[in-house]
């Protein structure tokens, strides 16, 4: 398949002044008060560049600590994060952490693995907070509800409220006054970081109404006991589905695999497992119990998990700002700044088939860099203009509008662009080369890839590379 190149916008769209490099001050040419909302991965990194470029932030999170999706809940009944007990990463370490911070095994780490469990990413964003004393610009415990422009298009008014069980401080709740009462600020500028693994997509499947068993997404799973002796049904077979399938045959009856993307005769059992099998996407579930796959089989199944992703929500928005179609933020130049409100507003985190943590950083840096001045985007028509183009791409190859933040083949070229504008160094190749060796092996031994590799020339290169920022 093509790739969609309009991401990749021509160089000249954007003027920029010489920056120094990632870990250096700067002055700013100009200070804003801006509103972070959220305190995973890209809020930090948000703060952070904020913070370097001479803004005063302030950052809106509704749990009571800072980590986002790495706070693992036991809870099964939908809070924010969509972790799983046994989840270990998807990325090595040395790929997945910021540009300037390595996530490298410390003498504190929970887990020195190159794929370490959940626990030491988040410790790893708690050390990232604490180095770069981003704690104090945190607000715990409270929720933003609305944000609004107003007329100028350059201010914002920012609503929030103290989140039910978000663990917020004393001087919080000293600060809101009554707990419950929603409270307003202006902001010259509004980042959203809120974050987009927490609201489910579901798979369309006919007769599902009518099927009597168990339906759940993959956001509600934590641990494989509750599947003992049962068939389940996991439709998607990628990162969650395959995780997860593996984790629940250790104690069920029958786990099956369903795959969109597999040939429509698969039915295979997979090796290693008595009772785990790959399928091809399911056609219909019956109201006997049956569930029946595109390959001919079927099989009375207890549970159906849709392991299906995940979608963009922004209830806090109002709904002329930016619309959501199908998982397509509209109109979003560089998938980041809603042309008509450049760059008082930003998203940062959209981009999905990415290493999120380098790409949030280089996006917040840029976002930091237009909102002092320092980079100058291009007009709102030139940003609409490469809006409609990346669309009319997308459409000429045949690419799902749901597809349209995937940046599956084109998020080094992305980053680069983005760290051009900022005056920063490309992405390092030994990042490129462990990410493509990774995702390869990942898909050749799905079992042992978080244990076994052999890149071990560009494992020496990154931990030359770190000796840097020691
Ligand atoms: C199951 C799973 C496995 C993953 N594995 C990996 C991996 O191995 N490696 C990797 O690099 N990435 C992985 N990811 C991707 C992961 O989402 C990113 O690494 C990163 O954590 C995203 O950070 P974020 O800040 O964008 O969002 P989040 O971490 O979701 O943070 C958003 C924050 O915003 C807060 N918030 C939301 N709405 C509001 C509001 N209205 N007011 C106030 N606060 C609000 C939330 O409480 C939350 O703290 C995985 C994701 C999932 C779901």
Avoid at 203 to 210: C, K, L, Q, R, S
């Amino acid at each position: 398949m093509a790739i969609p190149r309009a991401t990749i916008p021509a160089p000249t769209t954007t003027r920029r002044a010489a920056a120094p490099p990632l870990g250096s001050d700067r002055a700013a040419m100009r200070s804003l008060r801006v509103a972070v909302i959220g305190a995973g991965a890209a809020g930090l990194a948000t703060a952070r560049e904020l913070c370097r470029e001479g803004h005063a932030p302030v950052i809106f999170e509704r749990s009571g600590g800072v980590g986002g999706t790495w706070i693992y809940e036991p809870r099964e009944d939908g809070g924010h994060s969509s972790l799983y007990e046994s989840l270990r990463t998807n990325l090595p370490r040395e790929v997945m952490g910021f540009l300037d911070f390595p996530f490298a095994a410390a003498p504190d780490s929970l887990d020195t693995r190159r794929f370490p469990r959940h626990e030491e990413v988040l410790r790893y964003l708690q050390e990232f907070a604490r180095r770069f004393d981003l704690h104090g610009l945190v607000r715990f415990g409270t929720e933003v509800t609305a944000v609004d422009v107003l007329q100028d298009r350059h201010h914002w008014r920012v609503r929030w409220r103290k989140a039910a069980g978000g663990g917020g401080t004393d001087a919080d709740a000293a600060r809101t006054g009554e707990d419950e009462e929603e409270q307003e600020e202006s902001y010259d500028a509004v980042v959203v970081c809120n974050g987009h693994y927490t609201e489910p997509r579901i798979a369309d499947i006919p007769g599902v109404d009518a099927w009597p068993g168990k339906q759940m997404h993959s956001h509600s799973y934590r641990v494989p006991d509750p599947f003992r002796d049962q068939v389940v049904v996991i439709i998607g077979a990628k990162n969650s589905g395959g995780d997860i399938s593996r984790d629940i045959a250790g104690v069920a009856r029958e786990v099956h695999m369903a795959n969109r993307a597999s040939p429509a005769a698969t039915c295979e059992r997979l090796p290693g497992y008595h009772n785990l099998w790959l399928h091809s996407m399911v056609e219909r579930a019956d109201a006997d119990g049956s569930v029946v796959f595109r390959d001919g089989t079927s099989v009375r199944a207890d549970v159906i998990m849709h392991c299906t992703g995940y979608k963009y929500s922004f209830p806090f928005l109002a709904g002329e700002t930016v619309s959501v179609h199908d998982n397509r933020i509209h109109p979003l130049y560089k998938h980041v700044f809603v042309p008509r409100l450049a760059p008082s507003l930003a998203f940062i985190g959209l981009p999905f088939k990415v290493i999120p943590f380098p790409l949030v950083q280089l996006q917040a840096s840029w976002v930091a860099g237009a909102l002092s001045g320092r980079i100058q985007l291009p007009s709102e028509e030139e940003m609409m203009e490469d809006v409609r183009a990346l669309y009319s791409q997308l459409e000429a190859i045949g690419w799902p509008v749901r597809y349209t933040h995937c940046l599956k083949h084109d998020q080094f070229d992305y980053d680069d662009w983005l760290a051009e504008q900022c005056g920063h160094a490309k992405v390092e190749g030994w990042r490129r080369q462990m990410y493509d060796a990774a995702s390869k092996k990942k898909v050749e031994c799905p079992e042992t890839y978080r244990d076994e590799w052999d890149d071990h020339h560009l494992l020496e290169q990154a931990n030359q590379d770190f000796q840097k920022y020691h």
